[in-house]
Nanobody, 119 residues
Framework: QVQLVESGGGLVQPGGSLRLSCAAS??????????VRWYRQAPGKEREFVAR????????DYSDSARGRFTISEDNAKKTVYLQMNSLQPEDTAVYYC??????????WGQGTQVIVSS
């Protein structure tokens, strides 16, 4: 069973930055064959797409709210996908989840990491 672990969340002031990590703890797992997406879910709202990468860095895309502020990247040697978030605003407050999907046949989720943007 593949396990994804998100980390890097926390409390940050508006305008600040955070880097989230999504690490695979399963030996032999490689992100390069998966499409990896970051989602977020704010209190009382549905989970929404934030960014995607892959497979093999072939395609990167962002939601309108993330484009220009967030950057998704992948380090296959470390089996980790990152989400660099800059210029954070209170509306970015949410639990952030990563998902690794292999052609719809296999889909794995992490437990989420909380991001709070507040002064």
């Amino acid at each position: 069973q593949v396990q994804l672990v998100e980390s890097g969340g926390g409390l940050v002031q508006p305008g600040g930055s955070l880097r989230l990590s999504c690490a695979a703890s399963t030996s032999g797992f490689t992100f390069s064959v998966y499409v990896v997406r970051w989602y977020r879910q704010a209190p009382g709202k549905e989970r929404e797409f934030v960014a995607r990468i892959g497979p093999s860095d072939t395609y990167i895309d962002y939601s309108d709210s993330a484009r220009g502020r967030f950057t998704i990247s992948e380090d296959n040697a470390k089996k980790t996908v990152y989400l660099q978030m800059n210029s954070l605003q209170p509306e970015d407050t949410a639990v952030y989840y990563c998902n690794a999907d292999l052609a719809g046949q296999y889909s794995y989720w992490g437990q989420g990491t909380q991001v709070i943007v507040s002064s």
